[in-house]
């Protein structure tokens, strides 16, 4: 359940929330279900091509329809004194200034105040994706030079995981949660983002 923002009054620099039950007031009534974190379609294609001796795998996922929370944009956002090593989130340089600034960014505030609600849903983010999860380049010694070392077959190859990513989630990873539960997913605080990894191999049969 979040505030559903309405966007930053050009005036005041403040945000404006929906009244969900109409009594004039915001409180945590107005809470209401935003977006979804199961998406509409998701899927993968799998393929590989050969050429003689070399080989090609790609693999292939996506997801469209599902939101991500968010979570390290909020706390990079909101307002409060920061030292040097501390995150300073570039939407901040956006922020309102001063009567007659259009903008996302609200005027400074405490962290759960109006302005920077915790569960307000400025932090939920579209986390649709095509991900290459895996490329596989390979190269197989022809016949007859394996024959001359008394070997059936000799392939080598490498593997690279995680090569690109396509999304509009700013944050690091739209496949990031902080809860390893189904019930819970789809909140992004402080989880590390899938490692892009190479693997070198090399298969010989006797």
Sequence with gaps: YLYKELGVDPQTGNVSYEDFNGD???????????????????????NSFTYKGIDLGVFLSYSYGNEVYN??????????ARDA???????????????????????????????????????????????LRALTLGYTLPKLLTQKIKLDRVRFSVTGSNLF???????????????????????????????RSFQFGINVSL
């Design 85 to 131: 090593a501390r995150i300073i989130f570039a939407s901040n340089v956006d922020r309102w200034q001063k009567p007659g600034d259009v903008t996302n960014t609200p005027r400074p505030d405490g962290i759960n105040n109006n302005n920077y609600k915790d569960d307000g849903s400025r932090w939920l983010e579209d986390g649709s994706f095509i991900r």
């Design 165 to 195: 990513l396509i999304t509009k989630y700013t944050g690091l990873d739209p496949e990031s949660s902080s809860s390893s539960s189904q019930n819970a997913q789809g909140i992004d605080l402080g989880t590390p983002p899938s490692p």
């Design 24 to 46: 004039g007031v915001i409180t945590p009534a107005d809470r209401q279900i935003n977006g979804s974190v199961w998406p509409k379609y998701f899927g993968g294609f799998n």
């Design 71 to 80: 979570h390290n944009r909020f706390f990079g956002e909101a307002g409060g």
